[in-house]
């Protein structure tokens, strides 16, 4: 199946500093959802994007829908340790029959030094 | 808040045994899924259903099958397991704003 492309795939950062990634995909997508996963655990949803340009916080996670509906970004501000885990981005596609899918990214695995 | 339950965190069988992994969801969600995971392959779905007794095949539904008899209830087949089946399992459900929820996941060994 296909999957997006998420960056980087993994990042080292100390605590208290801010975190980028970003999703890209070669379809248009109507909904962006991200995901951070601990080991061991499910996917626990995070945020969820309907609109082009829709820029949506959740306590220190911002994520943005953008503007080509073929991407997507996630921000963490002022990292701190429980942030490690890895974050998955994942878009829904239309499939057969009316239903619909969501494709994952391949994940960025964040490591916050104490 | 939304919860997904699977009936085992740890499974550990044999190859060849049938094994049932369970899961169930109380928001009267319509739509259920089910997706392994391994490392380097990512979420890979394998089978999903948008009503009561409907299954749609996924990517890699080859090995399984599904049951969906009651709405809060979908359950993944593995009719003869095998050791290419050891894997994490994930069984998720979906809102009508199309936020999709996970439960915490069920690691399957076959021996």
């Known amino acids: 199946g296909q999957q997006l492309n998420q960056s980087p795939q993994s990042m080292f950062i100390q605590e208290g500093e801010d975190v980028s990634m970003n999703c890209t995909s070669s379809?248009?997508?109507?909904?962006w959802l991200w995901y951070k996963q601990e080991p061991g655990e499910g996917p626990v949803l995070l945020i969820a994007?309907?609109?082009?340009?829709e820029l949506t916080s959740n306590g220190r996670l911002t994520a943005q829908f953008g503007i080509t509906r073929k991407d997507s970004f996630l921000n963490i501000s002022a990292s701190i340790p429980s942030d490690v885990g890895i974050y998955f981005c994942?878009?829904?596609?239309?499939?057969?029959?009316?239903?619909?899918?969501?494709?994952f990214g391949t994940g960025t695995r964040l490591k916050v030094l104490a | 808040d939304v919860k997904v339950t699977q009936s085992s965190r740890y499974l550990v069988k044999r190859t060849g045994e049938k094994v049932f992994l369970e899961c169930v969801q109380d928001?009267?969600?319509?739509?259920m899924f089910w997706y392994r995971q391994d490392p380097g392959l990512g979420l890979r779905l394998i089978y999903f259903?948008?009503?009561?007794?409907?299954?749609e095949k996924g990517d890699i539904p080859e090995g399984y099958s599904v049951s969906r008899e009651k709405k809060e209830r979908f359950s993944l087949i593995l009719e003869s397991a095998s050791t290419n089946q050891t894997s994490m399992y994930l069984c998720?459900?979906?809102?009508?704003?199309?936020?999709?929820?996970f439960g915490p996941g069920t690691r399957l060994t076959v021996l």
């Open positions: 928001m009267d969600h319509e739509n």
């Open positions: 994007l309907y609109k082009a340009g």
């Open positions: 998720a459900s979906r809102t009508l704003y199309n936020e999709q929820f």
């Open positions: 994942a878009g829904r596609e239309y499939g057969t029959s009316g239903t619909y899918k969501y494709i």
């Open positions: 379809s248009i997508f109507n909904t």
């Open positions: 259903s948008y009503d009561v007794k409907m299954k």
